[in-house]
């Protein structure tokens, strides 16, 4: 009796990795291809001095989700004076922003980006950057301040803390005054009292004198 040979298990599972291998293979391309092979590099200006980029896929438009590596290079109008090389760093909370960390002094710039990674790419265009003048610092009221906080302060003027005195009432008069008319005034009437006295003793003797005469 003949008997058929089985179907090798293994042979089977080569066959279906192989079939993967090569799915994979086909897809990785046709995902590369659809981003394509060079990124789109727009300068857009700057910001406090910051170059200012936006970088994408070059086909589709699409955000680079890997690190870009770039070099930014600046020159003024004159070539006098170079920048850089500086490097993008990703802005925060953008998929496709990036600027530079450094920042452009004041003036005329020619700006040039020169991606490598992860695919190649170039972008350049002229920036001003302007001259911010510095805040003016807040002017402290010196002169005011000072003059405000004596006016409570100061004495108030004699004249006004005591009431005015009434031109009708009569000065008081001075105490040695009244005191010495007193004492002329008692001895005045003490001396008269005296003679008084004298006088009626001097007539009271006369009268008694002249009863004891009669009699004898």
Known sequence: MRTRPAFPVRSG???????????????????????????????????EGHVTTEITWENDGDAIDEAVAATVNSTSPDGSRTMGPWRLVRDAGSRTGWSTA?????????????VGFPSLGHGEKEIAVPVVDPAPSAATPSAAAPTASASPSSPAP???SAPPVSSGSPAPAPAGEGEGEGTDRTVWWTTA????????????????????????
């Open 13 to 47: 599972l080569g066959f279906l990795f192989l079939f993967l291998a090569q799915a994979l293979a086909v897809a990785v391309p046709i995902e590369a291809q659809a981003h394509g092979d060079t990124v789109k590099v727009v300068v857009t200006g700057q910001r």
């Open 102 to 114: 450094e920042v452009l002094p004041p003036g005329t710039w020619k700006v040039s980006v020169d």
């Open 158 to 160: 004699s004249g006004a």
């Open 193 to 216: 009292g005296v003679a008084v006295i004298a006088l009626a003793g001097a007539g009271g003797g006369v009268l008694l004198r002249r009863a004891r005469a009669r009699k004898r």
